[in-house]
């Protein structure tokens, strides 16, 4: 361990101020822009398998975290092999009032220092984004080329851009003191000096996903350790190691940069535990960010009283296809979109809604069946080679998929059966493609969530039904993401309506390399907030702005 | 009625584009500013009073908000006579619904026009100022220069203010289309044109407060509607008629530029019958603004779930009393502090911590027993006149007051007793001054919020347990103000850090002719948001960035 808290890092912290004032801009522009390459050339493998291999079969490195009082492990890679790494287990009696000793200090720091601290934690992480991908890969399922990209650069991207967001908030009043003069009349003016502080609310608690460890945790992560929050990380049972990694980096950053390290603590479990519904209500636990089922999300939202509670839980996402001029561009578009991450992402759409006469298209009008067929037959022709489809579909992610998968044939008319694919590197590796089951619009099946590689291709009269299934489905169950395929103006007003009235984000007519399941970070919003799939947005002023407070200190001049 | 949907008012709106910007200045400067005179000269007496006449009596003139289905009222004025007025009893479900109607355009007119008009709105309030000091008055006990000021000029700035922070943190995006170039090395880049739309969760509810009903409730009423959520406004049923007024003119304002004025309604009830308890949980209600006991603050924070819901409860605000150069300054500055609108104001200070052995003056050591016999003689001293204490003191806003004021006594040993004053205009009028009641920091009482002109002296053994009683105090039972008094350096770190950790606002050392009680918009943070006394902070980033969200249209450039 490198901890020093008398080391002079200063030097190696400032060097992130450009990097911050770009973030700023960026979240402002919102055009193009990332200080991290996602070349897979950029990170070399081997040296991040290395690194992985030195992880395994060994108690994780976090012995200076206080209040362990046992450790913990039994993380299962997808691919078939346990990982062997056990965490400790803390005592939150005796982790948490160590956490809280360290606020003062970091509250003291003010905005900016804690932004370029935190910006040096990403670039740490940076460096080691090859151990994360084999780490991500490992925990989650992603092939290895996608957990190299969303579990490492595209993950610090909506890091930093949580940093950005949390420093613009914290700088709305001025840094200095403020000398306030009311004219009285003839009189002597009133004059007061005050002064204002960014004030963190207490411990933030951020509770890690299967799937997505560090992409998802990152954001909240760093919106409360900006915020001046320490940060105690809960990660999923099965994916502890990418999380355990990044605590382990913060630690050492923070104590380099001359701060307490138990700013950012890990507080892993057995699985079943349930440890988040325990430190969820803990008092000192002021702020939460959760990615996971709905079931949790919305106790979280009722109970934790004491906290702001920020949360992505699940959602039915859909595309409604009424024409194109670029029909061969939509079906390889949305085959992709669909076999990505065997559709375990919260972005991937799950019902295409196709009117039964079909739609208009550069090839002619294609029926519903039509639709269907060919779209089968692009997934089918996507994944024809075992070698390719593994590395875009990766494996299933923990044995409710499988299951899932197994009974979703029995919900309608089955138009493309899902496959077993056998991975060529990773024989146990539990790898199929999507399934597309037909249902009709007045089908219940359609309105639950089927998180896997499950398409629905719900039949609909018309367009205007699609909408307003559409309308219905965001309402009552949410969705991450929306795309629509249309030529028409009338209908993409029709379809904006509709999604600015309940609150998702639209992509449309999307035929190239650009996929509804992707956003990017500094341009894109990741889910609404404003609609159940999501309380929080991914990241916007109200993922921040809650986490901390001014207090202010006036005084006569 | 002047409402006319054709009507070419925009230059009317654009007038405003100046004061948007000042303001847009302001909240980020935090000097002295403010866009209205708060000289009572600036607003004839004479005409407000004709004004005020001419409502009561009569319905108020609401025909035109849907959904009536019978008149209810039934204010009495502190002062001791009948308002006589009564106002429109909404059908919920034929009224929400045409407010919901009215959002679409006003959602599409933008975050700078949404400004520009609700600060019209403002405008229109600020003319009619001694109109609402007269209503202010008759429904809260407050005397007439402060009705008008706080209840004015003060109320309309702290509604600017909302403005400025709902369009600042709407315009984090840029307003028009954006494009997204993203480089794919030797091929075509990928290119993305993004519009970002603030959307409105759905319908705010504000509910009112009976002792500033226009002070407490500008905030969250203009924060809502200048975020494009439609507002319903549920006021006191005590203090309605300054929250009808303004809902008129919003509505004439609205409809004068072009919007439906159902995008402001009122919802008028009797007394007990509950009505804020059955909104809070419409669906159609995503926003609440609450002011009032802590009890119903509790409860809408723990249910109202399908809102973002900001409250201001209530405290137990504190005094530490350490040390001083200027005791006269002192004794004259509190005096006038805890006599200021007889107590009623959710910043009076009531528990006043002064150390047994004493604390340092420039008159001398003064013990506990001193401070407290020179700080009544100060009260009665300031309190003598009738006239002159009717002007400060105003009348006990409900029969509460009173009641809770008998029984204070027996807390205690009396070192100040209430008394009844007789006001020279309204002889019905429920007048008394401050009663100081003798406690040690041990006894429970001291822990409760006695809303009022109660003033508790706790005795406590040394500044140290003053500093450990206040830190207590917050933490528990959360505090609006904190004053402290000190000449020490030490102290006031001391006091300083107590304050940042449980996160309360601090005044130093006010000797003159500004009080605790008195936050200045643009410039002070009214509650922190952070303690028990409130979950909202007037005005920061967190009261205005969850009232609405951004939902992006991205396509292919």
Known sequence: MTTSATAPHAPAVEAHRATLEAAVAAIRDRAFWSPHPESPRAYPADEGAAAFAALRDRRFPLDDQPGTTGWVGGEVSPYGFPLGVEYPHPDPDLLLPAMRAAL????AAGPETRALVCLDVIARINARSAEFAHAVMHTTGQAYPMALQAGGPHAQDRGVEAVAHAYVEQTRVPATPVTWTKPQGRREPLVLTKEFTAVPRGIGLVVGCNTFPTWNGYPGLFASLATGNPVLVKPHPRATLPLALTVRIARDALADAGFDP?????????????????????????????????AFGDWLEENAHQAAVFTEKSGVNTVVLDSTDDYAGLLANLAFSLALYSGQMCTTPQNLLIPRPGIATDQGRKTYDEVVADLAAAVTGLLADDARAAGLLGALVNPQVPRRLAEAPALGEVALASRAVSHPEHPDATVRTPLIVKLSGDQPACLTEQFGPITFAVAVDSTEDALALLRRT????????VLGHTTSAAVERALTEVCLDECAQLSLNLTGGVYVNQTAAFSDFHGSGGNPAANASLVDGAFVAPRFRFVEVRRPA
């Not at 003062?104 to 509250?107: E, L, N, S």
């Not at 950012?264 to 209500?281: H, N, P, S, Y």
């Not at 965001?474 to 993401?481: D, K, L, P, V």
């Open 262 to 294: 138990n700013l950012v603590a890990l507080a892993a479990e057995r699985e079943g535990e349930g440890v988040a519904r325990v430190l969820a209500l803990r008092p000192e636990i002021r702020v939460i960010d959760y990615t996971g089922s709905a």
């Open 104 to 107: 003062p200090a970091w509250r």
């Open 474 to 481: 965001i309402r009552e169950h949410g969705a991450m993401t």
